[in-house]
T-cell receptor
Framework: QQQVKQSPQSLIVQKGGIPIINCAYENTAFDYFPWYQQFPGKGPALLIAIRPDVSEKKEGRFTISFNKSAKQFSLHIMDSQPGDSATYFCAASSSGGSEKLVFGKGTKLTVNP | DVKVTQSSRYLVKRTGEKVFLECVQDMDHENMFWYRQDPGLGLRLIYFSYDVKMKEKGDIPEGYSVSREKKERFSLILESASTNQTSMYLC?????????????FGEGSRLTVL
């Protein structure tokens, strides 16, 4: 049973575009929603995370939007660059932290020059 | 910098062999995790440990076991490898109380079972 549904599976944008990756969940006990970024040959690394007491969080060009009533959250990348080309995973947990994170299936983002 | 080291980046084993995947972290983290990554399936938790000699099953523990004899080391064991265990295995660690909830991953061990 997939607890976090991520879409799209792949995404291609031009440099400067604003890719948006969406995730939806069912478990209302989830209280921590991170996004991880993975480059080829590397392990995933935390990019940005949000807790349900806020609706938006920005870190540099990366923004998480969170809609608690719809049980959805999304990642926006402003002014995307070829160096942002990577696989992005959303995740959720009900422990408030890293324990028993449930990951989405991932989105492979390609940013063309 | 936090470093999570997986000793074997690539392994090729035969069906039925016993396989050990080793992971060491150098940040004195209490929690350690083993995930499996497959294309189109994302990351799935196999086992995690929150203390020495303690372990908890994740979502897909069948066919795997783990060992944590020292705080810095967490081993994943495939008692009798099967072809459906061909995958990328990722080890991760985190502190017991983490304000950021961040997992620190190793670079992965790609296992092929023939």
């Amino acid at each position: 049973q997939q607890q976090v549904k991520q879409s799209p599976q792949s995404l291609i944008v031009q440099k400067g575009g604003i890719p948006i990756i969406n995730c939806a969940y069912e478990n209302t006990a989830f209280d921590y929603f991170p996004w991880y970024q993975q480059f080829p040959g590397k392990g995933p690394a935390l990019l940005i995370a949000i807790r349900p007491d806020v609706s938006e969080k920005k870190e540099g060009r990366f923004t998480i939007s969170f809609n608690k009533s719809a049980k959805q959250f999304s990642l926006h990348i402003m002014d995307s660059q070829p160096g942002d080309s990577a696989t992005y995973f959303c995740a959720a947990s009900s422990s408030g932290g890293s324990e028993k994170l449930v990951f989405g299936k991932g989105t492979k983002l390609t940013v063309n020059p | 910098d936090v470093k999570v080291t997986q000793s074997s980046r690539y392994l090729v084993k035969r069906t039925g062999e016993k396989v050990f995947l080793e992971c060491v972290q150098d940040m004195d983290h209490e929690n350690m995790f083993w995930y499996r990554q497959d294309p189109g399936l994302g990351l799935r938790l196999i086992y995690f440990s929150y203390d020495v000699k303690m372990k908890e099953k994740g979502d897909i523990p069948e066919g795997y076991s783990v060992s944590r004899e020292k705080k810095e080391r967490f081993s994943l064991i495939l008692e009798s490898a099967s072809t459906n265990q061909t995958s990328m295995y990722l080890c991760a660690s985190s502190p017991w109380t983490s304000a950021s909830g961040e997992l620190f991953f190793g670079e992965g061990s790609r296992l092929t079972v023939l």
